[in-house]
């Protein structure tokens, strides 16, 4: 008993290290976005507002469209990572399971996408929009942004099928399901640890993007939450108030997203239902 | 017997669409970049067949040199470091500790936040109006006098590796995670049977479980990050005097701002070489373990 | 039966999305309006109601013209990688904003209409423009845009703090600057006497350095635009002057080495920085937020050196590109906003940021002869460009884009190389910039 408690409270002085040093930009962009213009241009910092400037958070949704592009980011990057996640899911599952000629090479070439910068990439994919008229709307992302979730999320199926044991559909073979009914009963539930974080990452992928979204999109309307940041950086002097409010707003899609998401994470494969 | 054979065309037929679905949106980016690369275009301007002119111009630039030297640096700097303490985080979290969802939730943080306001806060946290990162070090005696994280040419260095580790951890970290929570706990019980100790159980049973979790993270991470740009842009833009230049910072301002296109493709080119051995290397791996299952 | 079921879900899954995707895309319509649409791609100014003015006028422009309008406010550094996409795929707006290094930069790869004759009749119409503004924008006898507003930079300078040193009024030249700033500085107050900083992301050094060695006599370029002439005396001298101001006075701020554009401004603001050379934006923001360190802000010329005073320019411009969609119109749409009673009221919203391009304004609006404002008027006046003693050339850009200027400071003052071998890679670099 004392051995455990000894491990336990090693694990939580580590805890606080990482957390501290996570969380401690957090909280200063909190901070920040609560003082006002005169307070943040001091010389020695200051660790709490002298007085609470919530204009800044007004500011961020009159002055910077801050509301429609959390909106327009939230559904691009949702309808992005179930999608990617899903095809993803049954491409991996095709490489790892079945038996066909290629099936080797084929995933491999998913990952050509990874090899050029978007910095250069994004001209020829503009281009190429260009010519399907995709241009000038946040239809366009959802054509392009699956070409950096898809390579990712297959990949990761890849190797967690792997591990997986094959007794598992053999059973459920053995029952009479067809392979469908089986990916979704059999493969699907002990798989959602994994399911669920590739989703969150595919998510933050696509809810971070910032040049494709930058030249695909000319309406001040249909902005992500990119664009919309960038596009306050408009001259020698930044608004640090509104910005950091933003910063702090952007992450409570992820944070509430994350602790929904919390309850698939936990457990992994079903224990006992394997001997051996 | 009949019933499977059928059953495999809806996960092909995905696969395939997938497959075609990539390929025409990238393939033709790809041969688009790499004919730029054999011209002699500037953005707007007509252009005619140079081919490796571009490239060979390269190796008589001491800056795409520099470039190229601390793009390797950074990268290989940054993924060790977040492979360590990502995996330190995995196995952190995989214990039973209070609030767990909690936490696990907020050390994912650095890297679902926009980079923009990331990379600009920590810039400022680091810089000398109200950096606070001075401040404390000189509080806690821990440092004599302010650093100069961005003026300095080392610590320029450290200061960007430092954000991309800050940002890339919890990339490891909730990967290497869920590849903890898969592995049955059976497996450490029946090793336990037999006798195994700790370090015995961590190298026998957790390392071959993840080992193909970890290839894969690593080398995505790897290949994002040799292509890193907002963070050295926006911290130092490449500087001082070009210092902490990679490729992507220095063939922006070459393609966009010099808009010399060719060059600057030909600049983000020279990296494909090195991403495609280590996607070959990776694969093998991957592969050659997995043809047991 | 049981098989399909699931399939025709899934194969209705994607049929979904895919429909999505194509609604999505043809939401982009253009309603009303008989033409095609007009798009104006225009740098978004620090001040909203300058903005707000500018959609308005051309939402006036398509009411009176029976067109719709799309007007595109962009952050400057947003705007590169649109151009660049814009003009690769050729789906170019009609009308863009453009500084004047981009007018040079693209007019020489020919993607920018000849305005030659627009510009005659906007200055036949309502007054002449600034030469030096026009000139910057012109190549081989051809106009390439139109002069917009300029911007320009001056010193700023503590007066309650010149007040307490005892020193009568601002540096007239780089020497007194020197005397001031030591005067000024009290390293136990954390005051610093020169807010000058080097960093690449500083635009505002690479402005700044480029104007210092212009007074002492240097230049980058010979008069033909082609020849390196750097390694100078008056060069020499500058940089002296400069270093001097860091290692021996010590009159600079501790961090001043890894500043970016922000640095300096945050010098000031915060009171680090005595004196501190910038464009208007400082005044503006201080208009807003602290007037009362606006009540203690001189605005002056910057000093003058030996052979005499000069400005880094910025001059903005509007162009038009070939490849637009409607060409006419862009041509009406510049007319319309360079009308001198409404041009007028736009540019005051934010002086003294953005500065008036007609000569007779700047000398009739009281609004330019308020003290906090004039020294920046003034300075549009002294306007060197880069390229100088010779035009703009692309090669002049590139040296700039590439923070060469500020690599040979860092590199004297970083890196501790000497002044001669910092100036001999400078050139080196220079020269390539001009070969390639």
């Known amino acids: 008993m004392m051995r455990i408690r000894k491990v336990s409270i090693g694990w939580y002085i580590l805890l606080l290290a990482f957390v501290v040093v996570t969380l401690f930009p957090i909280y200063w962009m909190l901070v920040t976005s609560l003082k006002s213009f005169q307070e943040v241009y001091t010389v020695v910092p200051t660790f709490w507002p002298k007085k609470l400037e919530w204009g800044n958070y007004l500011q961020i949704f009159s002055k910077y469209d801050y509301g429609p592009a959390l909106l327009n980011s939230i559904e691009v990057s949702a309808v992005v990572a179930v999608l990617s996640v899903t095809v993803s899911l049954f491409s991996a599952y095709s490489v790892v399971r079945l038996r066909f000629p290629g099936r080797k090479a084929m995933p491999q070439i998913f990952l050509l996408s990874y090899l050029i910068p978007q910095t250069i990439l994004f001209i020829p994919i503009y281009i190429f929009l260009s010519n399907i008229h995709l241009t000038n709307v946040i239809g366009g992302l959802f054509f392009i942004y699956p070409t950096m979730t898809i390579p990712y999320a297959t990949w990761v199926f890849i190797t967690h099928f792997q591990n997986f044991p094959v007794e598992l559909e053999e059973a459920a073979f053995v029952d009479g399901a067809t392979r469908l009914q089986t990916i979704i009963r059999v493969i699907v539930p002990p798989s959602l640890p994994t399911i669920v974080s590739t989703l969150i990452f595919s998510f933050t992928i696509c809810w971070s993007e910032y040049i494709y979204a930058l030249v695909v999109i000319s309406n001040k309307g249909q902005r992500t939450i990119t664009l919309a940041l960038s596009n306050m950086l408009v001259a020698d002097i930044i608004p640090w108030g509104p910005l950091m409010a933003g910063a702090v707003i952007a992450a409570v899609p992820i944070m509430a997203i994350y602790m929904v998401a919390s309850k698939y994470i936990v457990g992994g494969l079903t224990l006992g239902s394997v001997k051996g | 017997m009949g019933q499977r054979t059928n059953d495999k065309r809806l996960p092909i037929g995905i696969l395939i669409f997938a497959l075609g679905y990539l390929v025409l949106v990238q393939g033709y980016p790809f041969v688009w970049a790499v004919s730029v690369s054999l011209r002699n275009q500037y953005i707007g301007g007509a252009a005619k067949f140079v081919g490796l002119a571009n490239f060979a111009q390269l190796l008589s630039d001491q800056l795409f040199w520099s470039s190229m030297y601390f793009t390797f640096l950074y990268v290989f700097a940054a993924i060790i470091l977040k492979l360590v303490l990502g995996y330190l985080m995995a196995a952190m979290l995989n214990q039973p500790i209070v609030g767990r969802g909690f936490f696990r939730a907020i050390l994912f943080l650095p890297w679902a936040l926009p980079t923009l306001t990331s990379v600009l806060t920590w810039r400022w946290m680091l810089g000398d109006v109200g950096g606070v990162v001075n401040y404390l070090l000189v509080q806690m005696h821990l440092i004599k006098g302010p650093i100069g994280w961005l003026g300095d040419p080392t610590y320029a260095k450290i200061s960007v590796i430092l954000v991309n580790v800050w940002r890339g951890t919890p990339f490891f970290g909730i990967s290497i995670l869920a590849a903890l929570q898969s592995i049955s706990p059976e497996l450490y019980e029946v090793a336990k049977i037999d006798g195994a100790n700790a370090w015995d159980r961590f190298v026998h049973v957790t390392v071959p479980s993840i080992f193909n979790v970890v290839l894969l993270v690593t080398l995505i991470s790897t290949i994002w990050t040799l292509g890193d740009f907002a963070i050295i842009w926006l911290m130092t833009r490449g500087g001082p005097a070009g210092t902490t230049h990679v490729f992507s910072t220095y063939s922006y301002i070459v393609a966009f701002q010099n808009l010399q296109l060719s060059k600057g493709i030909a600049i983000a080119l020279s990296i494909v070489p090195v991403s495609i051995l280590l996607m070959v290397i990776t694969m093998r791996y991957i592969f050659r373990r997995s043809d047991a299952v | 039966m049981r098989k399909t079921v699931p399939v025709m879900l899934l194969a209705l899954l994607f049929g979904v999305s895919a429909a999505a995707v194509w609604a999505a895309g043809s939401t982009e319509s253009t309603s009303g309006g008989q033409s095609a649409p007009l798009t104006v791609w225009m740098k978004k100014g620090f001040v909203e109601e300058q903005n707000t003015a500018f959609e308005a006028r051309a939402q006036e422009f398509a009411k009176v013209n029976n067109l719709t309008v799309n007007v595109e406010l962009l952050a400057y550094e947003d705007i590169f990688p649109k151009w660049t996409a814009a003009i690769e795929s050729r789906n170019v707006p009609d009308v863009s904003f453009f500084g004047y290094q981009e007018v040079g930069q693209f007019s020489s790869q020919g993607v920018l209409a000849d305005v030659t004759d627009l510009l005659q009749q906007i200055e036949t119409k309502n007054g002449k423009l600034f030469p030096a503004s026009v000139d910057a924008v012109t190549f081989g006898g051809k106009t390439f845009a139109i002069p917009f507003w300029g911007e320009g930079t001056a010193l700023y300078y503590r007066t309650d703090l010149f007040q307490q040193a005892g020193i009568s009024g601002p540096p007239k030249t780089w020497a007194e600057f020197r005397d001031d700033a030591k005067k000024l500085t009290d390293v136990s107050k954390g005051i ?245």
Do not use: H
């Open chain 3, 192 to 436: 610093y006497g020169a807010g000058i900083g080097y960093g690449d992301g500083n635009s505002d050094c690479e402005w700044l350095s480029r104007a210092m060695i212009w007074s002492y006599g240097g230049s980058i370029f010979g008069p033909d635009g082609k020849s390196i002439v750097f390694d100078s005396a008056g060069t020499k001298a500058a940089i002296d002057y400069v270093t001097g101001l860091f290692q021996q006075d010590k009159v600079t701020a501790p961090g001043a080495l890894g500043w970016n554009d922000g640095g300096n401004n945050t010098a000031y603001i915060s009171g680090q920085a005595a004196m501190v050379v910038n464009t208007g934006s400082i005044i503006v923001a201080l208009r807003k937020n602290n007037p009362d360190l606006l009540a203690k802000t001189g605005v002056v010329l910057l000093p003058a050196g030996p052979s005499g005073q000069f400005t880094a320019g910025i001059s903005n411009n509007l162009g038009i590109f070939k490849d637009a969609k409607n060409p006419k119109a862009a041509r009406e749409f510049l007319t319309y906003v360079l009308d001198p009673k409404w041009y007028q009221q736009w540019i005051d919203v934010s002086a003294p940021l953005a500065l008036p391009v007609y000569q007779t304004l700047a000398k009739t609006d009281p609004v330019w002869q308020q003290q906090q404002n004039k020294g920046f008027m003034d300075s549009m006046a002294t306007f060197k460009f880069l390229g100088y003693q010779g035009p703009y050339t692309p090669a002049a850009g590139k040296i700039y884009n590439l923070r060469l200027i500020n690599a040979l400071f860092e590199n004297i003052l970083s890196k501790g190389m000497s002044r001669d071998a910092a100036v001999k890679q400078f050139v080196d670099a220079a020269q390539q910039a001009v070969n390639q």
